[in-house]
């Protein structure tokens, strides 16, 4: 009775809940803390960030927009572009019905599927581009086959489509999935019960409810999709002006000791991490705004 007396003295007797001294940090350890984060910002992000638009701009902004519309370099561009509005739309697809059937369903394979969408996760980009060159390769699976249809898709545009494709698909479906499964059927099942059709359900209750985690997982896979190295580099076979893109294109510059044309076109990826990073910051503001309006309602 003692000790319940004193706990109703701690919450109730000055109005509001006092925290017990001992489980308050010390100035010094708050100020190493964030000493050791700020630290690490500043080296290994920051830092690196800043020196790659310094390098950059060293010989002036004509060598730079010189490096920047070499035909090459647009080339490279283009491909990286071309491979992302291929592989983002058919992730958003995939990652929509892979979440929807998870979180919404129960059916044979469930945790087989689930475990499939991490699989990229776990594979190394290499091996996944290996593995694309032993399914379509000239000695591959299916090599002779193409070769005798004159279908090419290693070393060509389709192999590098499909290696992006495969290390970002998981990047949607796993950013809808837990928030799906959160929500739970009710809304689904009141609107049929209503008498709306699946599609209609689809469109009008779920899709509103994952808006903006929808599109949170899109700019992340957009931004590893152009930014995607491994698996790229081993499907693409290097060949200028056709199947490089703009990592690839940084490589080949920086061993050829045109340092300021690779850092021009690598500050083209930099920036758009900086505008990717910009518009994840923007999601996750509306995306808590939102809550916090339904929370209040």
């Known amino acids: 009775m003692a000790a319940a007396a004193t706990i109703d003295a701690r919450l109730h007797g000055a109005g509001k809940f006092e925290a017990n001294p001992a489980t308050r940090d010390s100035r010094w350890v708050k100020i190493a803390v964030l000493g050791v984060g700020l630290t690490y910002f500043l080296i290994f992000l920051l830092l690196p960030l800043i020196a790659v638009f310094a390098e950059a ?47 919404k369903f129960e059916f044979p394979g469930k945790n087989l599927l689930i475990t499939l969408i991490d699989l990229p996760f776990s594979v190394s980009p290499v091996v996944a581009g290996l593995i694309y060159v032993l399914v379509f390769g000239r000695q591959g699976w299916f090599g002779p086959w193409l070769l005798d249809h004159d279908i090419k898709i290693i070393f ?31 809304e689904e099942e009141a609107a049929i ?50 199947t490089n893109t703009m990592p690839l294109y940084v490589e080949i510059l920086y061993n050829e000791y045109q340092f300021a044309a690779a850092f ?7 920036l758009l991490a900086l505008v990717t990073l910009a ?15 339904g929370q209040g309602q």
């Open 57 to 103: 701009f060293r010989k002036g902004a004509e060598t730079y927009f010189s490096a920047l519309v070499e035909p090459d370099a647009l080339s490279a561009v283009k491909l990286t572009l071309l491979a992302a509005a291929i592989a983002v739309p058919l992730n958003l697809v995939f990652g929509l019905a892979a979440a929807w059937a998870i979180a």
């Open 156 to 186: 060509a545009v389709p192999a590098i489509v499909l290696a992006t494709i495969f290390v970002t698909f998981p990047f949607i479906a796993r950013e809808l999935i837990p928030l799906m499964q959160a929500q739970g059927k009710d």
């Open 193 to 242: 019960s209503l008498g709306a059709s699946g599609i209609q359900t689809f469109l009008r209750v779920t899709i509103p409810n994952v808006k903006w985690a929808l599109l949170y997982g899109v700019i992340l896979c957009n931004a590893r999709a152009m930014g995607e190295f491994g698996a790229v580099s081993v499907v693409s076979g290097h060949i200028r002006g056709e």
């Open 264 to 270: 021009a076109v690598a500050s083209l990826l930099a």
């Open 279 to 293: 518009l994840k910051t923007y999601v996750e503001w509306r995306a808590n705004k939102h809550v916090v309006e």
